[in-house]
C-alpha cells in the first residue's frame, strides 16, 4: 500500500513539476508519510525526480526545438549548480537555508506574473540580462540539488523575467535545467547519500508518468490563467515552508 501511495504521489509530483516546478510539494511529504527521515526523504526525492525529468523533456522536443544553442550554454551552468548543491547538502546543515527558502520562492512566484514584451528576433538580449540569467539559473540549480522545493517555481520565474520566450517553451527550458541539476546531484546521492530505493522506485515510476503529461497541459492551456495559477501554487508552498520553518 505504501509503495502504490508513492506511486500515485509520484504521478501528482511529476504532473504539477513539469506544469509549475512544483513536484516537491506533492512527493517530499508523502515520503515523510512514508516514514522516511527529512535527509532520507530528501535525498530520495531528488533522485526519483530524474524521472520526471526524462518525462516531461521527452514530451517538451516541440517546445526546445531552436534552443539547443541556449540549452548547450546554461546546461553546463546547471549541472556545474547541481555538483555544488548536492556536495552542500552531504557537508552542511540545511536548518539555516530552510529560513530563507520560503521568501526565495513568494518572490518568484510573485515574479512569475511579471511579462515581458518580445523583442524582434534580431535583436540580441542585453549583455546584462545574460549575466543575470547565467548566475540565476547556477544559484537556482544550487538550490535544486541542496533542497529543490519549488526550484522550478525560482527557474521559471528567471526565464520569463530574463527572455522572450513563450511560457510553453520557457517551461520546457525549466523541465531540461532542472532535469540537468538533479540527474548530477542524483548521481553524488547515489554513492554518497542515504537513499532509500524501497521508495525511490514507485515514486520514480509515477514521476515518469506524470512529468510525461504535464507539457501536453502547458502546450495547451493559455498562458495567462496558468502564469497565475503558477504563482498561487508557489505562494501556497511558501506559506506553508514558512509556517514550518519559522514556528
Known amino acids: 500500500m505504501t509503495a502504490f501511495l508513492l506511486m500515485l504521489a509520484g504521478f501528482g509530483g511529476g504532473l504539477t513539476g513539469s506544469v509549475a ?49 541556449r540549452a548547450v550554454r546554461l546546461g553546463g551552468i546547471a549541472l556545474a549548480g547541481g555538483v555544488t548543491g548536492g556536495v552542500l547538502l552531504l557537508a552542511t546543515p540545511s536548518d539555516a537555508f530552510a529560513l530563507v527558502v520560503p521568501w526565495m520562492i513568494a518572490l518568484a512566484s510573485l515574479a512569475i506574473l511579471v511579462r ?58 525549466k523541465n531540461l535545467l532542472l532535469g540537468l541539476a538533479n540527474g548530477i546531484a542524483a548521481v553524488a546521492f547515489v554513492f554518497f547519500g542515504p ?12 514521476f515518469l508518468v506524470g512529468g510525461r503529461l504535464g507539457p501536453l497541459i502547458v502546450r495547451r492551456a493559455p498562458a495567462a490563467p496558468l502564469r497565475v495559477l503558477i504563482a498561487c501554487a508557489g505562494l501556497v508552498l511558501a506559506l506553508d515552508l514558512g509556517l514550518k520553518a519559522y514556528r
Do not use: C, D, K
Open 116 to 173: 515581458r514584451r518580445p523583442r524582434p528576433p534580431a535583436i540580441r538580449p542585453h549583455e546584462s540580462s545574460t549575466w543575470t540569467l547565467s548566475v540565476g539559473v547556477f544559484l537556482v540549480a544550487v538550490y535544486g540539488g541542496y533542497f529543490g522545493a519549488a526550484a522550478g517555481v525560482l527557474l521559471l520565474a528567471i526565464l520569463l523575467v530574463t527572455g522572450t520566450e513563450s511560457l510553453a517553451r520557457s517551461n520546457a527550458m
Open 21 to 69: 516546478g512544483l513536484a516537491s510539494l506533492v512527493s517530499y511529504p508523502a515520503l515523510l508519510a512514508a516514514g522516511l527521515s527529512p535527509v532520507t526523504a530528501n535525498v530520495s526525492n531528488t533522485v526519483a525526480l530524474v524521472f520526471s525529468s526524462i518525462g516531461s523533456v521527452s514530451a517538451s522536443r516541440p517546445e526546445l526545438r531552436g534552443q539547443r544553442p
Open 195 to 206: 537513499v532509500r530505493w524501497s521508495a525511490v522506485v514507485p515514486l520514480a515510476a509515477g
